[in-house]
């Protein structure tokens, strides 16, 4: 049985692994895809094409929630604090315009409400916020290989030392949003 009263929210926070990780561990969240979306390029686009910085693409991932247990402005909230909106194409060591801090919107409503958010947060921290706020285009599916990544290589050095602080960042700030 499918649940209609399902909802899609697409963010971008930097690399994908670390983003899919954090709402993995959210309840209320029913899948988590790693994919591009944000830029042009004939055909479909690969990670390496991607990673060039040539086709303009983010890094970002398509959480499909359900909004009687998880709000989409909660979803924004967590994403905007588990990743550093302040800092312009860069998280940590990756650098480029693939990682750069991004809401996709699907439709007017959640436009409006990227934007409260967004104003809402600009409290939270002492730089400006720098993340992008555009309408959704094509999202492409990344490579099978980094679906999951966290859960598939928790032990790779990547997902210590980067990944793992971003958890221990959402088990503090939102612990009462996330699955037991």
């Not at 934007?115 to 993340?131: F, G, H, P, R």
């Not at 555009?134 to 030392?161: T, W």
Request: hydrophobic share 35%; aromatic share 10%; proline share 3%.
């Amino acid at each position: 049985m499918v649940n209609s009263n399902l909802e899609i929210a697409t963010v971008g926070g930097g690399c994908f692994w670390c983003t899919e990780a954090v709402f993995q561990e959210v309840k209320g969240i029913h899948k988590v895809i790693s994919g591009y979306t944000g830029g042009k390029a004939p055909g479909r686009p690969t990670y390496r094409e991607i990673c060039s910085g040539l086709t303009g693409h983010a890094e970002v991932v398509q959480v499909t929630f359900d909004p009687s247990i998880i709000s989409y402005e909660d979803i924004l909230i967590i994403f905007m604090t588990t990743h550093d909106p302040t800092s312009l194409n860069r998280q940590g060591a990756d650098t480029g315009t693939q990682y750069r801090s991004v809401i996709y919107f699907h439709n007017d409503k959640q436009e409006q409400k990227a934007k409260v958010v967004l104003n809402e947060m600009q409290a939270v921290y002492e730089k400006s916020i720098v993340t992008e706020l555009s309408p959704l285009g094509i999202f492409y599916d990344a490579e099978e290989y980094h679906q999951d990544y966290y859960k598939n290589n928790s032990e790779q050095g990547y997902c210590q030392v980067v990944i793992n602080p971003k958890l221990a960042k959402l088990r503090q700030l939102h612990s009462d949003k996330l699955l037991s």
